[in-house]
């Protein structure tokens, strides 16, 4: 699920309001920061698949460090634990340790049996994504929603908390689409890089964005 995960950012602002959007992209996101860098270095393994849905295309073979329930419980108790030390945040502390291990709710429903509880355990997924159609609406319907929550939240202070929002929003939107249109890289290497590249990308992207907006309500 990958814009899914970025929904779950938007929502919570909700919960957490005095959290930049660039954390809450970063928190859910978090499997998928490590994952192509693990994958460049070798401790995970994934490989390409070619067939006719775009979503079983990318074999994820071994994934423990980065998206097993065990680890990203560890790496959510991590994340919350700096955030807290560095902000003193508690309630942001919370929201985006939960958001950590989001991750793994989000894939498991998503993926097929590619998510391990912890390392060298049976791997578990209910495989939403063998249905295109079932996939496009579930993800679709959660990301306005989640999208109408955090437009709830906040308000654009300026021209860039406005337009470049929607700019955000289009490009994750657009982006999205474009996967399941375009062929699948067949070079693995580029894969990591990309992931990389794109995830971080958004997090910057969406931390610009919420400096330009403010809170409909003081909390």
């Known amino acids: ?15 957490a ?8 992209f970063a928190a859910p996101t978090f499997a998928d920061l490590l994952w192509p860098v693990f ?18 295309t990318l074999w994820l073979d071994s994934i423990p460090v980065s998206h097993s329930l065990a680890a990203l419980t560890a790496w959510g108790l991590l994340f919350g634990y700096l ?7 508690v309630r942001g502390a919370v929201v985006v340790g939960l958001l950590v291990l989001s991750h793994w709710v989000l894939d498991v429903i998503t993926h097929r049996p590619d998510m391990p509880l912890y390392p060298g355990s049976v791997s578990l997924g209910f495989g939403l994504w063998n249905s295109v159609v079932g996939t496009l609406v579930v993800e679709g319907l959660l990301f306005i929603a989640c999208m109408a929550i955090y437009m709830q939240t906040t308000r654009p202070k300026d ?16 982006l999205y689409v474009a996967t399941l249109f375009s062929p699948p890289p067949t070079d693995m290497k580029a894969i990591g890089m990309f992931g ?16 330009h907006r403010e809170l409909r309500q003081v909390v």
Not at 161 to 168: M, V
């Open 196 to 211: 990389i590249v794109f995830g971080w990308l958004f997090v910057l992207f969406g931390w610009w964005v919420d400096r």
């Open 159 to 174: 021209g860039i908390g406005r337009w470049g929002f929607w700019a955000l929003i289009v490009v994750l939107g657009g």
């Open 83 to 89: 955030y807290k030390k560095r902000t003193g945040y």
């Open 1 to 15: 699920m990958f814009i899914g995960h970025y929904a779950l950012g938007l929502a919570a602002k909700r919960l």
């Open 17 to 24: 309001p005095r959290t930049s959007l660039g954390t809450l």
């Open 39 to 56: 994958l460049l270095i070798g401790w995970e393994e994934a490989r390409m698949v070619p067939g006719p849905n775009p979503f079983l």
